[in-house]
């Protein structure tokens, strides 16, 4: 029998509401136009609309996820944090599989405007698939 080491012991649970807090706060201060107004993601999670989960690394809390099932039951990951210095990437995309499977999901849907995230997120077999176009919003005349 093989042991696990700690980078392989990674699982899902819910997110307490302090953890959620505290992360959307720095959430909102690291991207001040992520396509949204400061505090929208809180305004998601506390009417429902979204549900939160940590993902856990060798039994500590290391990304928070906030994530809803679209009608045609994809899974659709609307923010993705870390929570602790040194997190990885990989970590974030083995607990978006472990939602999706145990939520029975089609398909991923996982939108950022971070190209360092597209291409770790290609090498877990994801694709670019689409092109947002945006008009309104602060943040649309801002150069990123």
């Given at each position: 029998?093989?042991?696990l080491?700690?980078?392989?012991?990674?699982?899902?649970?819910?997110?307490?509401?302090?953890?959620?807090?505290?992360?959307?706060?720095?959430?909102?201060?690291?991207?001040?136009?992520?396509?949204?107004?400061?505090?929208?993601?809180?305004?998601?999670?506390?009417?429902?609309?979204?549900?939160?989960?940590?993902?856990?690394?060798?039994g500590?809390?290391?990304?928070?996820?906030?994530?809803?099932?679209?009608?045609?039951?994809?899974?659709?990951?609307?923010?993705?944090?870390?929570?602790?210095?040194?997190?990885?990437?990989?970590?974030?995309?083995a607990?978006?599989?472990?939602?999706?499977?145990?939520?029975?999901?089609?398909?991923?849907?996982?939108?950022?405007?971070?190209?360092?995230?597209?291409?770790?997120?290609?090498?877990?077999?994801?694709?670019?698939?689409?092109?947002?176009?945006?008009?309104?919003?602060?943040?649309?005349?801002?150069?990123?």
């Amino acid at each position: 029998m093989k042991l696990l080491t700690p980078h392989e012991l990674i699982e899902t649970l819910p997110a307490d509401d302090a953890t959620v807090r505290s992360a959307l706060a720095l959430f909102d201060e690291i991207l001040p136009c992520d396509l949204r107004d400061p505090g929208v993601c809180l305004a998601a999670y506390k009417d429902g609309h979204v549900q939160a989960t940590t993902v856990n690394v060798d039994g500590s809390p290391a990304h928070l996820l906030l994530h809803h099932l679209t009608y045609d039951r994809g899974l659709y990951i609307d923010v993705a944090k870390g929570l602790r210095e040194g997190g990885r990437a990989a970590d974030i995309f083995a607990g978006v599989d472990q939602i999706a499977s145990a939520r029975g999901a089609k398909y991923i849907l996982f939108a950022t405007v971070r190209r360092g995230l597209v291409r770790l997120a290609q090498e877990h077999g994801y694709s670019p698939c689409s092109i947002n176009l945006l008009k309104g919003a602060p943040c649309a005349t801002k150069e990123r």
